[in-house]
């Protein structure tokens, strides 16, 4: 099965065979990998505003997700869930560590432009960057907000997620995600006036 016909959650039952296969073959995680690397690219990228880091953290993530997959058990729910989990947990702890939020420059980006290696994903990125400049105010106001409704927000409006998906990659209950959102908002609203 080529990894572009999986797309989550049209085809659930292949996604579990190709997930099962990822727990015995490599190649099989790299069409896992294939299939879901650019929407944890762009997750981390739309919660840091900072390509080096949405690419460390990327990273990051299937390192621990081909860490983990021999232990990871299907529960009929997309297998993204499982990575988007991941990818935020790793979000919330750099920033715990590091103690605050710094977001990048559009200047920034485009130098890390010249260090090659990502040029086309750094690119991309920077076109979409420089595109919506209001995003990177946005964004600066998003990251003052607590991190669960950082989470919530990123994934109901960048990602475009329902939610259910979202009561599956934060192991919420629906009524908690919508309470969070609503509050969340409201914060978002009040910091952008």
């Known amino acids: 099965?080529?990894?572009?016909?999986?797309i989550f959650p049209d085809n659930l039952?292949?996604?579990?065979?190709l997930v099962k296969r990822a727990q015995q073959s490599m190649e099989a995680f790299g069409e896992l990998y294939e299939v879901y690397y650019q929407r944890i690219f762009n997750y981390g990228l739309k919660r840091t505003a900072n390509v080096q880091l949405a690419?460390?953290?990327t990273s990051i993530t299937f390192l621990k997700?081909?860490?983990?997959?021999?232990?990871?058990?299907?529960?009929?729910?997309?297998f993204a869930a499982w990575l988007y989990r991941i990818a935020?947990?790793?979000i919330n702890d750099h920033y715990r560590r590091q103690g605050g939020r710094r977001i990048a420059s559009i200047e920034e980006i485009a130098e890390l432009a010249d260090t090659g290696g990502?040029?086309?994903?750094i690119n991309q990125a920077e076109e979409e960057l420089s595109k919506h400049e209001e995003f990177l105010l946005l964004h600066k106001k998003l990251a003052e907000l607590p991190p669960i409704y950082q989470e919530v927000i990123s994934l109901k409006f960048f990602e475009k997620k329902k939610i259910r998906e979202m009561v599956q990659i934060l192991g919420k209950k629906e009524g908690t995600i919508k309470s969070l959102l609503h509050r969340g908002l409201e914060k978002l609203r009040e910091k952008m006036q």
Request: charged share 45%.
């Open 1 to 6: 099965m080529k990894a572009d016909t999986l």
């Open 13 to 17: 039952k292949a996604e579990e065979e």
């Open 55 to 57: 690419l460390d953290i």
């Open 65 to 78: 997700a081909l860490d983990q997959i021999k232990k990871y058990r299907w529960r009929d729910v997309p």
């Open 88 to 90: 935020s947990n790793e």
């Open 118 to 121: 990502y040029a086309d994903e």
